[in-house]
């Protein structure tokens, strides 16, 4: 990938003098384009945000690719309007060869021949019109180009896959968000340029052509050459245009609504295709009727791409997903692939409105479109598949944010950027996960039937349009009633009842209107959470908060201050009591005093608290006594909130180990989740650093907390989704970690499934710990390797992925990364997850560190700087480092790369990480080592 910016910015390479003369030439427009205008010219434009005086309005394109030479021909005719004279148009274009540019007026039917100037830097080109464009008038671009397929993940780029038969097959997708529609025709490629698209691709006719819209005609070209004509979209931003030219096959089915919905996949997959077809049509019946708004489109299809770098896209009428995101074979799927499946899907489809319908203005608010489907998927798919039990996994997001989000490199949710890999940087968890959480924070505030009252009328208005944050502010602002009238229709809602009732105990405002613009600032504009300590005098609950930051041990007094809607649950009662919080400090009055209080019931706000005094010893005892009292997600929180009061010191590990003495008797999911990813991590620490006795008391330790759950699961596929997901996790760990009737029972299913040459049938969800075990004998790992080759089936090959990961032998493992980057035998695409299974392995994490530094130029080739698959490499395979060595070898690497890349985030975050690791073994590792001598299990 070429570095976006040269040492001359504004040089402006000219890339062709080609002037073309169509058609007539008006007198007007007399050619006098400067031929030889040389390399002396200027580019006429120097920001890298496009102008905004010339507007597209329509795009007539035809696409022709060639699956044999893998590269594409091209013609783009634009519409444009013009606010102020000018005598250029600038458009995005990276890496296509322009032959012909000319620019028509409307009326006038002339032409004007046009030069075309190329700056690389900023992906624009110029086109030079000797006559001025006038304003108001309107005025049509063309321009034909030709490029070759990209070799990565964006932009029009080639996928193959191999049939049952083994022979290889060619395929070329696109994938635009944020900034590749450019490489696969020119544009105005920013979000807010929305336009209309009438699009034709010419083919095969062995082959079919997909794009967002139904085809109205096909054309015949030759015999050997045919064209689809597309119906013109609807107005929407380039990043949603999509087409595919493939040999796939497809089911389909009506939504009651009348949209026509069909999946397509590869011919021999066609059915694990159907599950996602189902899905579909429910969740998209259920978002038209939630949102009151028409899905716009005649059709949506889903199409699984065999190379895919992220999760899915959700170009308009056309989304597209990893093939493991959307595929689904009842048989072979594990619970946890079937609840991934529906939420993808639920994320996509609820794009067609967050982000499709209503665009945010620029990349800076990526969140909107975002933390809104992230945030919907729970909304739609615990409505529409109630059995999954989604809103059990909510809180697993708000705390992944939390991690990243308490370090000094995080950034607010709304942050101002500019180029490719700044925008590529924004798709982190701070746009998805916490933009999701708190969204949720403000829905259980306005509770869920005001919330979607705004949301509604979000949508509603803005229709077609961009926005900025205030706006969705200002949606939800205007929603309570003025006056309390009977007839309202919001008449009956807590809500606007609540904010009424100032002067209650259980108010959550102290003034008397409510300002969502105000508060939502201080969660958007501001990086980071606030920490709310608790400190309760008799009936007097004194609350404080500050910044929670990571590493360090006295956060200063910094000028954040949060607006909080704190929620609490006492020993006296479990109703919910709320109380927003506005101020550096504040005082609650109880009506009696109580043994024990909760904030953040349900973990339902975006903040941490901290009890002094005995505080936390009471609810220690509390978790000892009768965990049941609280609920699992409260009880999950008080494991997560604990153990980041121990890095910044207000809690000692004792205690923080003292709570999760309580998990022997934890049966939900998420506890013990939480309370695993609490612990693994620590034992990980030491085991880089050879202290390997501590290590292992500690694994002990854990595998001794969970035993009794762990030799309470069957092995088989029975039960609901979250106990077959907390089944497989379990015997994963129990297995991985050497809890001998776990191992005994692994070998002896993977004995006998070998025997059959792995024709016996395993039950799905103890499939990968039987796998991991096999994998541990040479000879195991060859057999699991030579069943790899021949599975069509990508989930069932990400399981025995991980279990090869698992070796202890450094070849085998040196050899899948290798393997992963060829991309022959595994697929590129599963590269990034193969290094940090790897670097996550007990041998593997030299190897892992090695490969990143090695092939970094080609990582970055494949999978773009900035990209979340570069960040997860990055964070992943460093983020159990330790040691001050390992800290300037970090350093020292970064530090040798060009600045884009020492300057990225991810590299922040990761010497961040590692700083806070020193720290925390410094302060802890003694003090583990002898709770763990004395422990009292
Ligand atoms: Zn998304």
């Known amino acids: 990938m070429a570095a976006l910016f040269s040492t001359r910015p504004f040089s402006g390479r000219l890339l062709s003098l080609m002037v073309a003369l169509l058609?007539?030439?008006?007198?007007?427009?007399?050619?006098?384009?400067?031929?030889?205008?040389?390399?002396?010219?200027?580019?006429?434009?120097?920001?890298?945000?496009?102008?905004?005086?010339?507007?597209?309005?329509h795009y007539d394109l035809l696409i022709h690719p060639n699956l044999t030479t893998l590269t594409f021909s091209g013609s783009a005719k634009i519409e444009i309007t013009v606010t102020q004279q000018t005598s250029s148009v600038i458009l995005h274009s990276k890496r296509l060869h322009i032959t012909k540019a000319a620019i028509e007026a409307g009326g006038a039917r002339s032409v004007q021949e046009v030069q075309v100037l190329e700056h690389q830097p900023f992906e624009q080109v110029a086109l030079l019109a000797a006559e001025p464009l006038h304003p108001g008038h309107s005025y049509t671009v063309s321009i034909s180009y030709s490029a070759n397929l990209s070799e990565s993940f964006h932009g029009f780029y080639k996928s193959t896959y191999r049939t049952q038969n083994g022979e290889l097959r060619v395929l070329a997708s696109t994938q635009f968000e944020p900034t590749a529609a450019r490489m696969a025709f020119p544009c105005f490629d920013e979000p807010a340029f929305k336009a209309r698209f009438s699009i034709k691709i010419r083919r095969e006719p062995k082959h079919l052509a997909l794009s967002n819209m139904p085809i109205v005609k096909t054309v015949n070209i030759t015999s050997w050459l045919v064209e689809d004509h597309f119906d013109t979209s609807v107005k929407m931003s380039t990043y949603l245009v999509a087409f595919i030219v493939s040999d796939f096959k497809s089911v389909s089915k009506i939504t009651s609504h009348g949209i026509k919905i069909s999946v397509y996949t590869v011919p021999d997959k066609i059915n694990q295709a159907v599950y996602a077809l189902d899905a579909a049509v429910k969740l998209l019946d259920f978002y038209e009727d939630y949102f009151s708004i028409p899905y716009p489109l005649p059709k949506q299809d889903l199409a699984a791409i065999p190379d895919f770098q992220s999760g899915a896209m959700e170009n308009w009428g056309l989304t597209t997903y990893r093939e493991s995101a959307l595929l689904y074979d009842p048989e072979k799927s594990s619970a946890s692939s079937k609840l991934w499946t529906t939420m993808i899907i639920a994320h996509e489809l609820a794009h067609q409105w967050f982000g499709n319908l209503v665009t945010m203005e620029w990349w800076n608010d990526l969140w909107l479109n975002e933390g809104f489907a992230k945030f919907m998927e729970f909304v739609s798919v615990s409505i529409t598949h109630p059995e999954l039990r989604v809103e059990d996994y909510f809180l697993g997001k708000c705390l992944d944010a939390m991690e990243v989000d308490a370090l000094n490199s995080s950034h607010p949710v709304s942050t101002p950027v500019e180029d490719p890999a700044q925008i590529l940087e924004m798709f982190d968890d701070v746009s998805y996960e916490k933009g999701s959480c708190i969204l949720n924070m403000l829905r259980d505030y306005m509770t869920a039937d005001v919330f979607k009252a705004g949301l509604v009328q979000y949508l509603q208005k803005y229709s077609y349009q961009n926005t900025k944050n205030e706006d969705l502010w200002n949606s939800m602002t205007n929603i309570c009633p003025t006056v309390d009238t009977d007839e309202n229709e919001l008449q009956g809602d807590n809500f606007c009842r609540r904010n009424q009732l100032s002067s209650s105990s259980a108010h959550w405002t102290k003034r008397e209107t409510l300002d969502v613009r105000a508060m939502m600032n201080t969660w958007t504009l501001q990086k980071g959470f606030p920490l709310v300590t608790v400190t309760v005098r008799g009936?007097?609950?004194?609350?404080?908060?500050?910044?929670?930051?990571?590493?360090?041990?006295?956060?200063?007094?910094?000028?954040?201050?949060?607006?909080?809607?704190?929620?609490?649950?006492?020993?006296?009662?479990?109703?919910v009591q709320r109380f927003l919080m506005t101020t550096k400090t504040d005082v609650l009055i109880l009506p009696e005093e109580v043994e024990w209080i909760k904030f953040n019931v349900g973990m339902n706000?975006?903040?941490?608290?901290?009890?002094?005094?005995?505080?936390?010893?009471?609810?220690?005892s509390l978790l000892k006594e009768n965990h049941t009292v609280i609920s699992s997600?409260?009880?999950?929180?008080?494991?997560?909130?604990?153990?980041?009061?121990?890095?910044?010191?207000?809690?000692?590990?004792?205690?923080?180990?003292?709570?999760?003495?309580?998990?022997?008797?934890?049966?939900?999911?998420?506890?013990?989740?939480?309370?695993?990813?609490e612990l693994i991590p620590?034992?990980?620490?030491?085991?880089?650093?050879?202290?390997?006795?501590?290590?292992?008391?500690?694994?002990?330790?854990?595998?001794?907390?969970?035993?009794?759950?762990?030799?309470?699961?069957?092995?088989?596929?029975?039960?609901?989704?979250?106990?077959?997901?907390?089944?497989?996790?379990?015997?994963?760990?129990?297995?991985?970690?050497?809890?001998?009737?776990?191992?005994?029972?692994?070998?002896?299913?993977f004995m006998k499934w070998q025997k059959s040459n792995?024709?016996?049938?395993?039950?799905?969800?103890?499939?990968?710990?039987?796998?991991?075990?096999?994998?541990?004998?040479?000879?195991?790992?060859?057999?699991?390797?030579?069943k790899y080759r021949l599975h069509s089936f990508n989930l069932e090959k990400h399981k025995i992925e991980l279990a090869l990961s698992l070796?202890?032998?450094?070849?085998?493992?040196?050899?899948?990364?290798?393997?992963?980057?060829?991309?022959?035998?595994?697929?590129?695409?599963?590269?990034?997850?193969?290094?940090?299974?790897?670097?996550?392995?007990?041998?593997?994490?030299?190897?892992?560190?090695?490969?990143?530094?090695?092939?970094?130029?080609?990582?970055?080739?494949?999978?773009?700087?900035?990209?979340?698959?570069?960040?997860?490499?990055?964070t992943g395979v460093t983020n159990q480092y330790s040691t001050r060595l390992q800290l300037a070898e970090v350093k020292e690497f970064f530090n040798s790369l060009e600045e884009k890349s020492s300057q990225l985030r991810c590299v922040q975050q990761a010497i961040e990480t590692i700083e806070d690791n020193i720290q925390w073994m410094d302060r802890n590792f003694e003090k583990v080592k002898k709770w763990l001598q004395n422990k009292k299990l």
């Open 807 to 874: 070796s202890r032998n450094n070849d085998k493992l040196q050899w899948l990364m290798d393997q992963g980057l060829h991309g022959d035998i595994i697929k590129t695409q599963d590269l990034p997850h193969i290094i940090l299974f790897v670097a996550r392995s007990p041998s593997g994490y030299h190897l892992a560190w090695t490969f990143l530094k090695k092939n970094w130029e080609e990582l970055v080739e494949k999978f773009e700087l900035g990209s979340r698959s570069i960040a997860d490499i990055i």
């Open 633 to 677: 997600n409260d009880r999950a929180s008080l494991i997560n909130n604990v153990f980041q009061l121990v890095r910044i010191r207000k809690l000692s590990i004792s205690k923080a180990f003292d709570l999760t003495l309580y998990l022997k008797h934890e049966t939900h999911i998420m506890p013990v989740f939480q309370g695993m990813n």
């Open 605 to 620: 706000g975006y903040y941490i608290v901290h009890y002094e005094d005995d505080g936390w010893d009471h609810l220690i």
């Open 23 to 57: 058609g007539l030439t008006c007198p007007a427009f007399s050619a006098s384009a400067d031929q030889d205008g040389g390399n002396n010219m200027q580019f006429p434009w120097d920001k890298m945000r496009l102008p905004r005086h010339v507007i597209p309005v």
């Open 539 to 575: 009936k007097n609950v004194h609350l404080q908060q500050e910044h929670y930051m990571k590493g360090v041990d006295s956060p200063s007094s910094t000028e954040y201050l949060w607006h909080i809607p704190l929620t609490y649950i006492t020993s006296k009662s479990d109703t």
């Open 758 to 786: 792995g024709t016996l049938s395993l039950p799905t969800d103890v499939k990968t710990a039987v796998y991991a075990i096999g994998a541990q004998t040479s000879e195991g790992w060859d057999f699991l390797f030579s």
């Open 682 to 749: 620590i034992y990980k620490l030491m085991e880089r650093r050879d202290m390997d006795d501590t290590a292992n008391q500690l694994k002990e330790y854990i595998v001794n907390l969970f035993k009794d759950l762990i030799d309470k699961q069957s092995w088989n596929d029975e039960g609901s989704v979250s106990e077959r997901m907390l089944k497989h996790s379990l015997l994963l760990f129990a297995c991985v970690r050497g809890y001998q009737p776990c191992v005994d029972k692994a070998q002896e299913y």
